[in-house]
């Protein structure tokens, strides 16, 4: 079922859902399960699986030479999203990125995705690699998220890379987009990243899902600017709460994110990460309860392999 169809079902009643990194090459999908056996309790109607490019890993040889080889530290995210659907009968929703793909296999993979029943896809331009300075798209593939949309809404109108196919199929995927209440770190300003996410809404996104934030009064700003830019869509806030002190340095390094002063001060203040933990749980419910008051159609989880903590605001929030 789409994602909006599952909001509009839940008729204003805040929903709950995560996300799911697959595991690093070579181990087993028991780490998927055992996050899902743990959360499934909450009902939530999706479940979301990053995707992850390519980097580059430097193998020497015996001559002293370095040879580069590209390869996926965690690939494995379609056939995730199948065994979720199959065993667990939700919703799966894979992240789809322009990285890595020619525009030949993006059309290949959404054709798997269509096969697989799959309904949903977030799709993004996806991150650098960490050997390249800046995101550099794959030759013949997408450039940004929108390139990417644009390719999707196409095949939902049963138009695809080769026109000389006749009376083919549309798919019909709900489209999900990136959105970033504090800005994307590349933007020179907020207003011209909104005015491409605006861009997105328009060219037919469905839904929004935002990066994680720790200050409610920032997704708050965000979705009333959204609401008068008449974007109408829904607008999922991505939330993580903090579970040691260096994620202080780690979450505003990576994800470009702000921590409110209150919160790193007392995060400062605790005597152990026990501690540290509680208060990132403690923080976390706050937040929760307040979105939740505001309207938020999902709280939606960056588990990171992590069920517990996830567990523990959910039990107290719902
Ligand atoms: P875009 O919307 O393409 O924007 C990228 C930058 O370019 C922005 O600065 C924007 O302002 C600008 N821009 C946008 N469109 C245009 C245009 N047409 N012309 C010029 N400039 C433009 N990464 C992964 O690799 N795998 C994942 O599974 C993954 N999941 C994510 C889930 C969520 C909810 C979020 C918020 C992020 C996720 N990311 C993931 C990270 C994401 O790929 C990065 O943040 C990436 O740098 C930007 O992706 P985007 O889709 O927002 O890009």
């Known amino acids: 079922m789409k994602i909006t169809e599952h909001i509009n079902n839940a008729k204003g009643k805040t929903l709950f859902s995560f996300e799911l990194l697959p595991p690093v090459k070579g181990q087993s999908i028991t780490s998927i399960y055992n996050t899902i056996d743990a959360l499934m309790e909450f009902n939530p109607p999706f479940i979301d699986v990053t995707y992850h490019r390519e980097d580059y890993i430097y193998k020497q040889h015996a001559n002293g030479l370095l ?50 029943g799959i309904d949903n ?71 011209t990243d909104f005015n491409y996410l605006k861009k997105k809404v328009d060219m037919g996104a469905d839904f929004i899902v935002t990066q994680m934030f720790f200050d409610n009064s920032k997704y708050k700003a965000f979705v009333e600017q959204c609401r008068a830019h008449d974007i109408n869509i829904p607008i999922i806030p991505g939330l993580k709460p903090i579970t040691s002190a260096r994620q202080l340095i780690t979450l505003p390094k990576i994800f470009h994110i702000d921590i409110p002063l209150e919160l790193s001060e ?52 719902f």
Not at 85 to 108: Q, R, S, W
Not at 147 to 169: F, T
Request: net charge negative.
């Open 67 to 116: 040879e580069r080889i590209a390869y996926r530290k965690r690939p494995g995210t379609v056939a995730i999203c199948a065994a979720i659907m199959n065993k667990y009968k939700v919703d799966a929703v894979p992240h789809l990125i322009c990285g890595g793909f020619t525009k030949e296999e993006t059309e290949n993979a959404l054709i798997d995705l269509h096969f697989l």
């Open 121 to 191: 896809v977030l799709v993004l331009r996806g991150d650098a690699r960490k050997a390249d300075k800046d995101f550099v798209p794959t030759p013949g593939g997408h450039a940004y998220a929108t390139d990417l949309l644009q390719h999707v809404k196409e095949m939902n109108n049963g138009k695809y890379l080769h026109e000389d196919i006749e009376n083919s199929e549309r798919t019909d995927f709900c489209i999900g987009v990136a959105g970033y209440p504090e800005k994307h770190f590349e933007a020179p300003n907020f207003q």
């Open 266 to 317: 007392a995060i400062d203040a605790c005597k152990s990460p026990h501690a540290v933990r509680e208060l990132g749980i403690e923080w976390m419910v706050q937040q929760c309860k307040e979105l939740v008051a505001f309207g938020a159609p999902v709280l939606h989880f960056y588990t990171m392999g992590n069920p517990g903590p996830t567990k523990r605001i959910v039990e107290q929030v």
